[in-house]
């Protein structure tokens, strides 16, 4: 069988669409396959009211292209979903991408042919292609959890999740409304759908932090700086550790008097943001330090939320920063809308859903529609719902039965060939994806373009220095208070699923670092055949 493509390309989100311009420009022939019908991922299902960047918009954008940079105009500190998926849809069609993407197709299976050294990629269209690579680029929440709670399929009104909504606008308008989950995604939409819904029911397992996003148009004048110096500030971005280019204050939390702390905490909570957690550099070090900015929220809260049975019920009591920080815009303030309900099931678990609504706590709750904001199968999730085979014909699910094993989470032993961009074991979800996205593709297009050049056909990481990484991940995520809480991050979302910190915790820096080294030596710690 003859080869079709250079590279299979998984997935027309940032990272797909980036890679295939990145392949083109140096001469490669790839083909994206891509399940939606249109570009941009994450920003293409993810449409629930409310939905927006939680990276502010001038950094959580492509930096690749200056003459991008220049023309496209954000309008918020933090963008919606649809100014992002229109983002997304101008670099397409900027760069010309459609013509490579084949829409509306996922990948089905892709099974390592050792014999020609050839990735045979079969989609659930039918087609059948061969491709010298495969690269994933899948997303890292990109498969829906919807929980196994009994009776599910029993609610006569509608459903929605969350990760999954529909293409047309949903109107609550009248309706009552039922909402299991208070993540990030909860935590965006119910102050929408509260404003529209008749009675919004909130079913809470865990309470959550979550900070002020204190979005606003943006000013002109400050947007005019950002265009005149956006490679200073990518720069600066590059060297901290989420690749966000906020101030972390070097202090210890604990060390610095109350009053200091306090202003420290205030200052940042009225500027917004994910950049709370860099109040002090020992948030997520130190468990007293943590103590002192949960108190600080949780006092937050206090003040906001006039029910005291409420308040105390929305109060998170776990490490924060532990779970993915929210940022958010009036969700405490919702709960004192007389038309909202919160319901705390920390204790007990939803019994079932029933017809009319559900059933927790002995109780019956009736609603017209149920939204699900109960997340994503995170990081692996997607990768494992294609079967990928390498070597031997062994399933990748197989070898990741105890937990994700990567090299440089980037590519896998026993998968020659495979590279999985921002895949588990890489820094991804706790970093501003789109630069994230941006060094693996730049590492993958240069990795193909030295293999080409060196009349190298195959590359695959070598078992010592793929355990000697895992290692790495491992003692990173040791030294954080992160590693410590059954979040996504761990995989105790998903019952069944090993317990194992996924991302690179290093830092971005550490991690590029680690990147450049292995290629400044010659691809250390891979093979090349
Ligand atoms: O999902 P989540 P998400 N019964 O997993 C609850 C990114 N993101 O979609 O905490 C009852 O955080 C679950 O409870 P618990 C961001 O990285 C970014 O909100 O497991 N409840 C939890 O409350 C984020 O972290 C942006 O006890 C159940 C909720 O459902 C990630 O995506 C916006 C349950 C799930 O929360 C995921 O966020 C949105 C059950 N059986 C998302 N099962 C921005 O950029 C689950 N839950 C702003």
């Known amino acids: 069988m003859s080869v079709d493509f250079d590279a299979v390309i998984v997935g027309a989100g940032f990272g797909g669409m980036y890679m295939l311009h990145r392949l083109r420009d140096k001469g490669f022939t ?8 249109g570009v941009g991922g994450t920003w293409y299902w993810n449409r629930y009211p409310g939905a927006r960047c939680d990276v502010e918009s001038v950094q959580y954008s492509y930096q690749f292209s200056p003459e991008l940079e220049q023309e496209w105009e954000w309008t918020e500190r933090y963008a919606t979903q649809p100014e992002i998926l229109r983002y997304a849809n101008h670099v397409a069609d900027r760069f010309d991408l459609r013509r490579d993407i084949r829409f509306e197709t996922r990948i089905a299976a892709a099974v390592f042919d050792e014999t020609a050294n050839l990735w045979r990629v079969e989609t659930d269209k039918g087609d059948k292609v061969a491709a010298r690579f495969v690269i994933t680029a899948m997303g890292c929440l990109s498969s829906p959890n919807t929980p196994k709670i009994p009776g599910l399929a029993d609610f006569k009104g509608p459903t929605y999740h969350t990760g999954n909504w529909p293409h047309k606008d949903v109107d609550f308008t009248a309706k009552t409304v039922g909402v299991i989950g208070t993540g990030s995604s909860a935590i965006q939409s119910i102050p929408i759908m509260a404003r529209q819904a008749k009675h919004l029911t909130v079913f809470q397992r865990t309470a959550n932090y979550t900070v002020p996003a204190h979005n606003k148009p943006l000013d002109p004048e400050y947007v005019r700086q950002v265009k005149a110096s956006y490679r200073e500030m990518r720069q600066r971005a590059r060297t901290k550790p989420a690749g966000i280019d906020f101030t972390i204050n070097p202090a210890s939390a604990i060390a610095t008097p109350e009053e200091e702390r306090r202003r420290e905490f205030e200052a940042r909570w009225t500027y917004g943001g994910l950049g ?3 109040s002090f550099s020992d948030l997520l070090l130190s468990d007293e330090s943590n103590k002192t900015a949960a108190d600080f929220v949780r006092s937050k809260i206090r003040d906001v939320v006039k029910d005291p049975t409420t308040a105390e019920a929305l109060m998170p009591k776990n490490i924060i920063g532990c779970k993915r920080l929210c940022v958010d815009t009036g969700y405490w303030e919702t709960f004192n809308r007389p038309n909202v309900t919160l319901v705390d099931i920390s204790d007990e678990p939803i019994e079932r859903v029933t017809a009319s609504g559900l059933r927790a706590k002995g109780k019956d709750y009736r609603f017209d529609c149920l939204v699900l904001a109960t997340g994503f199968d995170a990081m ?11 070597r031997g014909g062994v399933a990748l699910k197989d070898k990741w039965s105890e937990g994700p094993k990567s090299y440089l989470g980037l590519t896998v032993v026993g998968f020659p060939n495979l590279f999985t961009i921002t895949g588990p074991g890489s820094p991804s979800v706790l970093t501003n994806m789109l630069p994230s996205i941006e060094q693996h593709v730049d590492f993958i297009a240069d990795c193909l373009e030295t293999l080409r050049s060196k009349g190298v056909s195959v590359i695959e990481p070598v078992e010592e220095a793929q355990e000697a990484w ?12 992160r590693s410590t809480c059954s979040s996504w991050y761990v995989g105790a979302n998903i019952p069944g699923k090993p317990r194992v910190f996924m991302p690179y915790i290093g830092g971005l820096p550490a991690y590029i670092a680690a990147c450049e080294t292995v290629v400044n030596n010659d691809y250390e710690g891979f093979a090349l055949a």
């Open 470 to 481: 895992v290692g790495q991940v491992g003692n990173a995520a040791n030294i954080t208070l």
């Open 276 to 278: 709370f957690m860099a």
């Open 30 to 37: 790839a083909r994206v396959f891509e399940a939606g019908s």
């Open 380 to 390: 692996t999730g997607a990768l494992l719902k294609v079967d990928i085979r390498g």
